[in-house]
């Protein structure tokens, strides 16, 4: 050996030879800022979407942010007991849910219109993205789909 190589023995981590993953968005400050009428963003900067390392990674988080931005809309509790004001937000409610629908669908025909392969469609529902920044908790598409 020649002093400039490292032997790996017992005493070496195992960890340090796994190849790190790499950091992806959080889900919901993107649904929070999506919900401000902000677009998809990460925190307080813009989310640059070119930034993702696939397409599918890419279009992963925009289904996952379309999804639980719905899912948002529909948990809004209403605290009325007023019969028109609960008739008004569940209008507002399927309104949302129609427009998210097609932009859901608007994003996957797009995605599916370049890659057919089953590597790529399985990629978007197996991606897992941190639910929050602090990333303890994760969430894939298939628990939407």
Known sequence: MDGTQLQADEATPLLSTLPTREHRPAVLPAVRQYGLGRGVSNGSDTLDLHTFPSDAERTAFLLLTQLHYLEAQYA???????IWENWQQARVASSVAEDTGQRVSEILDRFLMNHSSSFDIQAIFWTAFPLESTGKSTIRGKRHF
């Open 76 to 82: 809004a509790p209403s605290n009325s007991s007023d």
